[in-house]
């Protein structure tokens, strides 16, 4: 898990406000990644790409698999699975995310852990 952090929860939480605010502070970066990654995985001077996006997803995967385990997190949903659902849902931001626009990271971050903890729908 990641330093400091008390819990599974907590440690996604964390992981997706870095995330958002890795956009935002670095939203050129974060596209040209997105656009370009595939290409650069088979290119021997970039081989530091997929080796470090490798040790990324294992950050995550591993807190998805404590919250399993410690039953913070749903025991009936696949953790690779989900994991792609956060990657792809957070991270693909950046093609509509404006850095310089009246919504701020902090609020998107937000919405997005509302929305993961408690659904869509209403109770």
């Known amino acids: 898990m990641v330093e400091g952090s008390a819990n599974p929860r907590e440690t996604l ?3 997706i406000r870095a995330s ?3 956009i935002h502070a670095e939203s050129h970066a974060v596209a040209l990644y997105q656009n370009e990654a595939a290409l650069l995985n088979h290119v021997p001077e970039f081989e530091f790409v997929p080796k470090t996006g490798r040790a990324v997803e ?7 698999v404590a919250g399993r385990e410690s039953g913070d997190f ?8 989900v994991y792609r659902f956060i990657r792809d849902t957070v991270w693909a931001s950046v093609r509509w995310y404006n850095p310089r626009g009246k919504l701020q990271h902090e609020k998107v971050a937000d919405q997005f852990i ?3 903890h408690g659904g869509l729908l209403a109770r």
């Open 13 to 15: 939480d964390e992981l």
């Open 20 to 22: 958002f605010a890795t």
């Open 58 to 64: 294992a950050v995550w995967l591993n807190v998805l």
């Open 74 to 81: 749903r025991q009936d949903l696949d953790s690779n699975i």
């Open 114 to 116: 509302t929305l993961l």
